[in-house]
Nanobody
Framework: QVQLVESGGGLVQAGVSLRLSCATS????????MGWFRQAPGKEREIVAA????????YYADSVKGQFTISRDSAKNTVYLQMNSLKPEDTAVYYC????????????????????WGQGTQVTVSS
């Protein structure tokens, strides 16, 4: 079993940066591909970014390319989402997700591919 705990959300003004963290515990972090999703009110959950076990491969939704950066720290069993130049349309609950993979270069980009989820952290961007 894997436990995921997100932190770092909050209420901010447009243009500022936030860094979300997702601390993991339980099974071996180094075997899990990780991802960040978000869900805005009235909308479906969508992929934001994903990263392979090795950290060498990443994926970004078109809406956040060049704005968000995903990274992972194996020593801290933590994955991060650096969000820059935040916009009101980035307002959502952000979820961390994990799933064990065999091939360490695998990047998982759909919610159905993930087995473990955090409780979510709210990010609200005011204009």
């Amino acid at each position: 079993q894997v436990q995921l705990v997100e932190s770092g959300g909050g209420l901010v003004q447009a243009g500022v940066s936030l860094r979300l963290s997702c601390a993991t515990s339980g099974r071996t972090f180094s075997s899990y591909a990780m991802g960040w999703f978000r869900q805005a009110p009235g909308k479906e959950r969508e992929i934001v970014a994903a990263i392979s076990v090795s950290g060498g491969r990443t994926y970004y939704a078109d809406s956040v390319k060049g704005q968000f950066t995903i990274s992972r720290d194996s020593a801290k069993n933590t994955v991060y989402l650096q969000m820059n130049s935040l916009k009101p349309e980035d307002t959502a609950v952000y979820y961390c997700a994990a799933s064990a993979v065999v091939i360490h270069t695998t990047v998982l980009t759909t919610s159905k591919q993930y087995n473990y989820w955090g409780q979510g952290t709210q990010v609200t961007v005011s204009s």
